[in-house]
């Protein structure tokens, strides 16, 4: 069965610096989405994109943050200058087409540590 | 705006029990999807159910059941002759449309004890 990927699966990273995680979506779909995840807390929505550019994004999803999908495959979540603050999970998600029955599909996480 | 409330933070049970995981939510609108997580301590997210509004079946699969009353805005999930397997955090989510954004609730930690 088809699945999301996500590369690395963990990365540790000085305060400061800049960092691109990775996820390669189910590939006949069409939207993209990273979510959030502080130990301990509940899953938040980042970014939504499709069709080549953002559709939604929260308020955590500042200047810092930015996302691309450089080639057919790929769709990458940029951080520009990593804070402490953004320790966490992070889940990139895909879906197709809306149909009623499809529902996001969530890759297994990239665990961002920030020193 | 859209909200998911699960009270539950934390319930420990002993293995065989069953047990009720709450779920709250709110929206105004009239179409949506109510979905509910398994997050085992492996960290990923193993999606159990998606439930559409106009759905309004109580759904079994296998120990796992469903009850979703719209009158009440739960969606509440049950675990049957629980295993120390099931042991996990387990979100209640809510979705607009198949495209939107998932908002999920703040989890309940199961405990299965042997």
């Known amino acids: 069965e088809p699945e999301v990927t996500q590369t690395p699966s963990h990365q540790v990273t000085q305060m400061g610096q800049e960092v691109i995680l990775r996820c390669v979506p189910i590939?006949?779909?069409?939207?993209f989405y990273w979510y959030r995840q502080i130990l301990g807390q509940k899953v938040e929505f980042l970014v939504s994109?499709?069709?080549?550019?953002?559709?939604?994004k929260s308020e955590i999803f500042d200047d810092q943050f930015s996302v691309e999908r450089p080639d057919g495959s790929n769709f990458t979540l940029k951080i520009r200058s990593t804070k402490l603050e953004d320790s966490a999970m992070y889940f990139c998600?895909?879906?197709?087409?809306?149909?009623?029955?499809?529902?996001?599909?969530f890759g297994p996480g990239t665990r961002l540590t920030v020193l | 705006a859209q909200k998911v409330t699960q009270a539950q933070t934390e319930i420990s049970v002993v293995e065989k029990e069953d047990v009720t995981l709450d779920c709250v939510y709110e929206t105004r609108d009239t179409t949506y999807y109510l979905f509910w997580y398994k997050q085992p301590p492996s960290g990923e997210l193993v999606f159990l159910i998606r439930r559409n509004s106009f759905d309004e079946q109580n759904e079994i699969s296998g120990r796992y059941s469903w009850n979703f009353q719209k009158s009440t805005s739960s969606f509440n999930f049950t675990i049957t002759a629980s295993q120390v397997v099931d042991s996990a955090v387990y979100f209640c989510a809510l979705t607009l449309r198949e495209d939107d954004k998932i908002i999920f609730g703040k989890g309940t930690r199961l405990h299965i004890l042997p």
């Open positions: 590939s006949n779909h069409l939207y």
């Open positions: 994109f499709y069709n080549n550019e953002i559709s939604e």
């Open positions: 998600a895909s879906s197709p087409p809306g149909q009623i029955s499809d529902t996001q599909y």
